[in-house]
């Protein structure tokens, strides 16, 4: 298997790195090399991010309604 090497200064470790979009809320995940910070590429935010903040919000709204969610959110 080949190994990936950043094409700036020829590194082979990469890190994730939360970047913010400008004139956005919107936030994407860089993939760029760990020693120069050169970006090879992109990952969208995970949908888990999403649906984690959504289940929070549901087990609030259930705790104050006074509602057993934990089937829903499981």
Known sequence: ?????????????????????????????????????????ALNSPANDDL???KEAVKKVGEKVGADVKKILS
């Open 52 to 54: 984690s903040k959504l």
């Open 1 to 41: 298997m080949a190994i990936s090497h950043c094409p700036n200064c020829n590194n082979i470790g990469f890190e994730v790195q939360e970047s913010a979009v400008l004139n956005s809320e919107q936030k994407i995940r860089l993939v760029q090399c760990s020693k120069c910070g050169a970006v090879v590429g």
